[in-house]
């Protein structure tokens, strides 16, 4: 009798574990790559990363990976070997725009990533100081990113991030631009209106948060 109860508890906490590897699995398959083509000095960024992306993936963050683009309506201007942008809301937004660039290459982790991102773009009229004061506040250091974001590292970082934003199929058109899975085909205005619902409607999850 003590065999089989051993032999119950064995399959059942066997059973326990697959299941749960098998809910860890079909989490990380369902997984949304979400790209967001944004600028630092956007207004329509500002709002759609504060009030639309960072509640969603405060509330669905295992679904979601995320892949920023920071860049928007800029141009790339090559010359002579130097490179420069001619940002849409002028030379301070290029500024802001490498520091962001610069703090998704040193900064790993993606909730830190958009815990950052979203403290710069409430107020990114200063960017040094802004980025270095949000790096302090959340723990993280902050030499890497200023000696990248002074640096040509930032203006190849730009530039990349420039190409990228050109290859858009369609065209980019308005910023912020939302990629689900590298596809536009959720129309933009209904993913600023409602994020969670339309990432919830993708993944087809009916989980309460989704409700």
Known sequence: MWKGYQYYAFTNKSNEINNASYATETLIKNKVKVTIYYEALCS??????LKQLVPTYNDLRGYIDLDFVPYGKAKTIEKDGVITFKCQHAALECQANKVHAC?????????LQLQYIACMIKDNMMPYEI?????KNLGIVYDSIS??????????????????????????GFI????????????LVRI???FKKELCNKLNLKLKTCL
């Open 176 to 187: 912020p631009t939302i990629e689900l899975d590298d596809q536009q085909s959720v129309p």
């Open 192 to 194: 600023l209106k409602n």
């Open 147 to 172: 000696n990248c974001a002074h640096t040509d590292e930032a203006s190849l970082l730009l530039k990349q991030y420039g190409v990228r934003t050109q290859a858009t199929k369609p065209k980019i």
């Open 44 to 49: 329509d960024s500002r709002n759609f990363i």
């Open 103 to 111: 703090s998704l290459v040193y900064i790993k982790d993606p909730d």
């Open 131 to 135: 980025g270095e004061k949000c790096a």
